[in-house]
């Protein structure tokens, strides 16, 4: 089946910890995105990249980090510098960056303890 | 800069009743695409539609038709006959086709929360 990938679904980290959420897409789509999403609250975007090797930060991407080796996969770095890292976190591809649909993964909880 | 607003939190119904949910957006650009997208409790976003700034024709699938009126820069919701299973998060988000490399962003309302009752 063709779709969109994360792991895990639950993730809990102690403060201080950095710790990276996984995206991996099987579409063949050249664009990916990640999102977070806080109660109450529609998405923020925190990175995207439009082609492989490459990627540009959205409007919240301070203690977050990225890389785009391979077109499958778009990992997420939570760094210890994110001051609220505790979200849902939600990944995204799509054909390209040019006004596509997104699709979305299952998303991540992510949990600072 | 480009802003959606959901402004019903929450709806609740009982089941079979219709409900409409709401979306204003505002943009500068002639050309840009609206969607809805469906967040049922397990969290991940299902696509529902995508519409064009220039397709101003109203669209119906199944239970669920959407109302594009660009006078009144809205694009609402309608469930028709509603079920349990409907039950869930509902998204609008609003992408300009604009230069500069903007294209690629997605503004999401905060979403609407409908609860349909048996």
């Known amino acids: 089946d063709g779709g969109i990938t994360q792991s895990p679904k639950y993730l809990f980290r102690k403060e201080g910890q950095n710790v990276t959420l996984s995206c991996e897409q099987n579409?063949?789509?050249?664009?990916m995105y990640w999102y977070r999403q806080d109660p109450g609250q529609g998405l923020r975007l925190i990175y995207y990249?439009?082609?492989?090797?490459?990627?540009q930060k959205g409007d919240i991407a301070e203690g977050y980090s990225v890389s785009r080796e391979k077109k499958e996969s778009f990992p997420l770095t939570v760094t210890s510098a994110q001051k609220n890292p505790t979200a849902f976190y939600l990944c995204?591809?799509?054909?390209?960056?040019?006004?596509?649909?997104?699709?979305f993964g299952p998303g991540t909880r992510l949990t600072v303890l | 800069a480009q802003k959606v607003t959901q402004a019903q939190t929450e709806i609740s119904v009982v089941e079979k009743e219709d409900v409409t949910l709401d979306c204003v957006y505002e943009?500068?650009?002639?050309?840009?695409?609206l969607f809805w997208y469906k967040q049922p409790p397990s969290g991940e976003l299902v696509f529902l539609i995508r519409?064009?700034?220039?397709?101003?024709q109203n669209e119906i699938s199944g239970r669920y038709s959407w109302n594009f009126q660009k006078s009144t820069s809205s694009f609402n919701f309608t469930i028709t006959a509603s079920q349990v299973v409907d039950s869930a998060v509902y998204f609008c988000?609003?992408?300009?086709?604009?230069?500069?490399?903007?294209?690629?962003?997605?503004?999401f309302g905060k979403g609407t929360l409908l609860t349909v009752n048996p």
């Open positions: 995204a591809s799509s054909i390209s960056s040019e006004t596509d649909t997104q699709y």
């Open positions: 579409l063949n789509h050249d664009a």
């Open positions: 990249s439009q082609i492989v090797n490459d990627f």
């Open positions: 943009t500068r650009d002639t050309t840009y695409y």
């Open positions: 519409r064009n700034s220039f397709d101003e």
């Open positions: 988000a609003l992408s300009e086709a604009g230069s500069g490399g903007s294209n690629y962003k997605l503004t």
